[in-house]
């Protein structure tokens, strides 16, 4: 991605934008008909609000929770969990490893020859798998035995450019997106399942013996070498592609972030300090919550609404997720109150999570002088034909007003991270790198809200942004979960040696 820009585009860009907003909010108001909309449009901007000045509070705010998460268990709401990866990709791993990446109705696995420092990733290969249906409801023993025959057969697939070196068991690096108490690096109880699993006898199991169990039982020599999550395997792929990379990011249907703590840091930690002197922690950040986080009447009806009331409420506000979501309940305010879409409120519009954030994506994005592809998505997704071009042009502002709260409020997330590690101010003069791996759908496809979430960084970092470098570290679960297990692999020490 190199380094962060705030470059004259962008703020001639916003420039623009600010002044289209004053003029369709003038029209709008000279207009008896939108006189309403207007009102419910600068309510929505004026509650949005992220001035640099609430941002750093906001930052601020991220970086005492991580104190205090770092403290205690449930000292925060932040639950900066100790993911016992100690030893993150340095570039010089070699060797076959494999991956194992379970996290919905669809699991992959998937190999990677590694070359060194020179030859780095020589080659890799994947396959995904479906689960049927009545394993996500059985038993433990019915789904890991499926998993481990679908391992089983890709393993026997291997082909002549992948080396096994002689006398070595394979090592996999699983990657387990369901709630999990970490016990150890390569072990950890299920907490409970989400996403349409429900296998009763797996709850309070160490899911790593159940799966090595399966394995074992299709005959196959394979040793898992790490359990981890995808957040963390974004940072070892940054980091095996970077030694700067000092944290990560998911922005995608859900948000985290993990990043590297020094070990004497953490007061809850009461085991040996690691060799390294480091810690990776996973900050389960879209728990986050402050005072000074600007919410709306649409986010305090879509958490009471949610599954999880009172929870996640950052990621509620900043994720593929819940983005589309908001839109759609601020128009369907405007369609109620102000009859923004004629005398009937269109039907469609009242269904939850109709609108989702790829759709709202494309009308942000639209640059057609009519506004065409706006009107098309209106049309095809809710049912909505016949918008004149000054209610398209509303519809736009709302996803920009959003998208930008999001992605500016992105921004103070990581400046906290930053300011946690000192490393959000230059000191006696030093600027050292600091890279910040970022990966996930909204991040990657969302090009507004990731130069936003750019240029906003830059704009709180001041002098100090010159050697913050953000950059896209792809397939966390997959890539990422085998580095692992080869930074975290048993013949370590032979090596070395």
């Known amino acids: 991605m190199g380094k962060l820009a705030a470059t004259t585009t962008i703020l001639c860009a916003a420039a623009a934008t600010a002044a289209a907003v004053l003029i369709i909010r003038h029209r709008m108001k000279s207009s008896g008909k939108y006189a309403k909309t207007a009102a419910i449009l600068d309510e929505l901007a004026k509650k949005s609000e992220t001035p640099e000045a609430k941002l750093r509070q906001v930052a601020d705010a991220m970086s005492v929770e991580m104190h205090a998460g770092l403290a205690s268990e449930g000292g925060s709401k932040l639950k900066m969990l100790i993911s016992f990866v100690d030893n993150l990709p340095t570039g010089d791993e070699k060797g076959l490893f494999y991956a194992l990446d379970l996290g919905g109705t669809n699991f992959r696995v998937l190999r990677v020859q590694l070359g060194g420092k020179e030859k780095r990733v020589i080659k890799q290969e994947f396959d995904e798998v479906s689960i049927p249906p009545n394993l996500m409801v059985g038993t433990s023993d019915e789904l890991f035995d499926f998993i481990a025959s679908a391992l089983a057969k890709f393993v026997a697939t291997e082909g002549e450019d992948f080396h096994l070196s002689p006398g070595r068991q394979r090592e996999l690096g699983f990657t387990f997106s369901f709630p999990v108490k970490q016990l150890s690096i390569a072990s950890g ?3 409970t399942w989400t996403k349409g699993f429900s296998i009763e006898d797996a709850v309070g199991e160490d899911i790593v013996a159940e799966l090595s169990k399966a394995i074992e039982r299709v005959g196959l020599d394979m040793r898992v070498a790490a359990l981890v999550n995808d957040t963390i395997g974004t940072l070892a792929g940054g980091r095996y592609n970077n030694p700067d990379a000092i944290a990560a990011v998911i922005l995608g249907t859900g948000t985290n972030a993990a990043y590297v703590e020094r070990a004497q840091a953490i007061p809850k930690w009461h085991g040996l300090l690691p060799k390294s002197g480091e810690m990776v922690i996973n900050m389960e950040w879209g728990n986050f919550r402050a005072s000074h986080l600007p919410l709306t009447e649409y986010d305090h009806a879509l958490d009471v609404e949610s599954l999880n009331p009172g929870e996640q409420i950052f990621e509620k506000i900043i ?8 839109v759609r ?12 879409f004629g005398d009937v409120v269109p039907p469609k519009l009242r269904t939850p999570f109709i609108l989702r954030t790829p759709v709202m994506s494309a009308m942000h994005h639209d640059s057609s ?13 809710l049912e909505i034909t016949n918008t004149s071009l000054k209610t398209r042009k509303v519809v736009v502002e709302v996803c920009d007003i959003v998208a930008s709260r999001g992605a500016r409020l992105s921004a103070a997330g990581i400046l906290g991270i930053l300011k946690k590690l000192g490393r959000d101010v230059v000191k006696d003069g030093e600027k050292p790198t600091s890279v910040i791996s970022l990966d996930g759908g909204l991040y990657e496809h969302y090009s507004k809200f990731r130069n936003t979430m750019e240029s906003t960084l830059k704009e709180l970092l001041g002098e100090a942004g010159d050697s913050i470098v953000i950059e896209h570290s792809n397939d966390g679960s997959g890539i990422g979960a085998a580095l692992l297990a080869a930074s975290h692999s048993q013949y370590l020490e032979v090596e070395e040696s």
């Open 189 to 191: 109880t299920l907490i």
């Open 329 to 340: 309940r601020v128009l369907c305010r405007m369609a109620e109150e102000a009859a923004f």
């Open 369 to 381: 002088s009519d506004l065409k592809v706006v009107a098309t998505k209106l049309k095809d997704i």
């Open 319 to 326: 994720s593929g997720m819940y983005l589309g979501e908001i």
